[in-house]
């Protein structure tokens, strides 16, 4: 018998997260799961959504909310109420989200308030910073939830050292969760796109890069890009780099960080960085794969520059992905100038990295699926 699931996306790595377990279900003559798709709009920017919907061969949503930006209690409260109704409506068997945003609390919040059993794919991570809004939501998402899929062993640690235990003897529930090291779909993502990627985007040409000749870097975390001091330290510790290396830095600018250097009196990047809008998936990818080493205070993008073998320096004191700082392939160099270069020169000097398989074999979405089928 067929069970119905509700699947809740909002920002642009939930839809690329999506794309695997979607696939997963297709790739079944058969499926145990119909999966409905709902987009709240947290991402509204064509490039930021819709063209992922299109690279990752994903159907249209079922359901459209356009919440769109605003503060964090305006934004949820909206998204909280529209997927009440849809819930109300469509009485899914479970409700699935993804990862750590206001889309992710929402579902979650909904689906435990009207008794529906909450899956979260990525659960468990942890950067024991409250003052991060994800932090926060990740906390309440995983204690609402009955189907927990940890990307890592360390995730499924953080949940048990919480409390939250699994006795197979018991039914899944909320009481009863079910905890389960699945691997990370957006590995699989990343092999079965790898390929494809390098056939339909021209991103290196386009961007006038050369192999290994540039480094990839994002900001988008709001206590970087609102904080106007810190923006200015990235900025020049990226100047450093640049300067030291002679290397261009290429920087796709999330909106939120584009409103904010616009903003920024007297701020004279170094000319070797170079600016360009959001990039699709497939773009992205090349980027990754070609690039030197990458600079970022994206977690997705910290697992991704691991994926492809690639040294990373976060913009961040911590990382919920402690487990690519302990292999010794990422630095935390927060919003330091010296901290950002040195870790430039760490990773330039060094001999090839190790990458043991921490995020699994591949096929994370696959056995997903068929643990919900299993107990849902």
């Not at 600079?295 to 402690?322: H, M, N």
């Not at 292999?327 to 990773?347: C, R, S, Y």
Request: glycine share 6%.
């Amino acid at each position: 018998m067929s069970r119905s699931i509700l699947t809740i996306v909002g920002a642009r790595p939930q839809i690329i997260k999506a794309a695997a377990f979607s696939r997963a279900i297709r790739a079944q003559a058969k499926s145990p799961v119909k999966e409905y798709l709902l987009h709240t709009g947290q991402h509204y920017d064509t490039n930021m959504s819709r063209v992922f919907f299109e690279e990752m061969e994903l159907p249209q949503p079922d359901f459209q909310l356009n919440t769109g930006s605003g503060g964090h209690g305006r934004q949820t409260g909206q998204m909280l109420e529209a997927i009440e109704n849809v819930l109300r409506d469509l009485r899914p068997n479970a409700l699935l989200v993804y990862g750590d945003t206001n889309t992710t609390l929402a579902g979650a919040l909904a689906a435990a308030k009207m008794h529906i059993p909450l899956i979260h794919i990525e659960a468990g991570l942890r950067s024991f910073n409250k003052a991060m809004p994800e932090e926060l939501n990740r906390i309440c998402t995983d204690h609402s939830a009955s189907f927990l899929f940890a990307p890592t062993q360390a995730a499924i640690h953080n949940l048990q050292r919480e409390g939250l235990t699994y006795d197979a003897a018991k039914p899944v529930s909320i009481n009863n969760p079910l905890l389960k090291h699945s691997g990370d779909v957006m590995y699989d993502n990343s092999l079965y796109f790898s390929g494809i990627a390098a056939e339909k985007s021209d991103i290196l040409q386009r961007s006038n890069l050369q192999e290994k000749a540039f480094i990839l870097c994002t900001i988008h975390r709001d206590f970087n890009t609102d904080n106007e001091s810190r923006l200015r330290h990235i900025f020049e510790g990226l100047g450093r780099i640049c300067a030291h290396s002679g290397l261009p830095v290429l920087l796709p600018l999330h909106p939120r960080t584009k409103a904010r250097i616009e903003h920024l009196e007297r701020l004279r990047p170094h000319p070797l960085i170079q600016f360009c809008d959001p990039v699709s998936f497939f773009d992205m990818i090349q980027l990754e794969k070609n690039c030197l080493m990458v600079i970022t205070d994206s977690g997705g993008l910290q697992k991704e520059a691991y994926f492809f073998g690639k040294g990373c320096v976060v913009l961040r004191p911590e990382t919920e992905w402690t487990e690519i700082v302990e292999t010794g392939n990422a630095v935390l160099a927060n919003a330091d100038p010296e901290k950002m270069l040195q870790g430039f020169i760490h990773f330039t000097e060094r001999k090839a990295g190790n990458y043991p398989p921490i995020y699994g074999n591949g096929k994370a979405a696959a056995e997903i699926l068929q643990t919900i089928a299993a107990h849902l």
